[in-house]
């Protein structure tokens, strides 16, 4: 167990031995290829490929560009329903393709997108939905599929959670048009910055690549589309190539914390959990409590407080809402996303990563426990 007075904090990247890194890179010293698409970069995305499932799958220097330039890719126009539950980088790619976010409201149970609320929101300006796998909870695919071939729209997962996962045995990343997972250091699988898109159709890949290098088409002198620079370095991927061989490990360590927290947290008075998904095989990215004062006294900062004193911090993933940002504000989107609202006010998200002690998880218990008795006896 961590001593008492040493901080805990939401997250710490998992991370190989480090003789393990260094003898990873300790070649590239020989050849002095860094980066643009070198030895490194492509045997992850090979491996990568045989472990999502992913006949196509295009690495970026992060998640966010993945997504963004996932959706230039999908030539989208109009109006893009999506969740305001989610980090501020769905909403941003959204906005940076010029397209309009359209906010449907979440679930109660497991946070994700509201299917049953999609298709009130879709227009004649509609031509895409961008779900998010929040938390790892797996949106509901197949209504979401459904709705999609209805009204011929295109379906860009962000998967940013969601690595590894697989929904009745089938990878996560084989839902939709394209899936995002992100690589940050934060995540369950890391190369410190990085991400992926996956994708259905393999002729999206040229242009991929090439909204990843400058709007070339690599290999060749040809300039055909207005790209960026988004490539994943061999740096990084060699950071992957060695988280990749520990991911039981990282997952099976992940999922010990998680059961703690639950079992010690379900049912408990004025504290609501997300369900348990079945079909599910889950990478416990994530472990969200939604902190309901109106049942005990005990809010949400009261949990943050009592937490702090003993030094450990946890976050408020996600709040505010995207709908509520300024910039959404500015542009005169409204929103009816109460669920989304309800949660966003109430919830934490409790440390959950690999290297955190067992014992360190029951202390965080214990320290919620006690706060609880002392308000409610
Ligand atoms: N979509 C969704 C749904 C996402 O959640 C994200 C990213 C994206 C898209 C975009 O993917 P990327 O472009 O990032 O690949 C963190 C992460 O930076 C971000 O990747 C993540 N979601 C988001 C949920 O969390 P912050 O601003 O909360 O990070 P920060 O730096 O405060 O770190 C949180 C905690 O992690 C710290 O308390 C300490 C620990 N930490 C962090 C870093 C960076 C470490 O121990 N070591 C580190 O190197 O956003």
Redesign the pocket.
Known sequence: MSGQNESI?????SLPPLEEYVDEIRDMWETGILTHQGPKHNRLQAELGQYLDAPNITLFG????A?ELGLTALDLTGEVITTPF??G??TQAILRNRLKPVFCDIREDDFTIDADRIEELITDRTSAILP?H?YGNICDVEKIREIADRHHLKVLY?G??AFGEKYKGESVGRFGDAT?F??????VFNTV???CLVYKEGNMREHLEGLRQFGQIVHTEKTPYVGTNAKMTDMHAAMGLCNLRHMEEYISRRQRVAEIYRSRLQGKAGIRLSVVQPNTESNYAYFPVVVEESRTGVSRDDVIAELEKHRV?V?K?FYPLCSDFEIIREMGIRSDVPTAKYVADRVITLPCYSDLDPADAERICDVIDSLYVRRNG
């Not at 904090?9 to 990247?13: G, I, Q, S, W």
């Not at 992100?182 to 995540?187: L, R």
């Open positions: 904090y939401v997250t710490r990247p992060n998640g966010h560009l997504m989610t980090f980088s769905t998010v929040v962000d940013a959670h995002m992100s690589f940050h250091a934060t995540k910055e990085g991400g911090y976050r993933y």
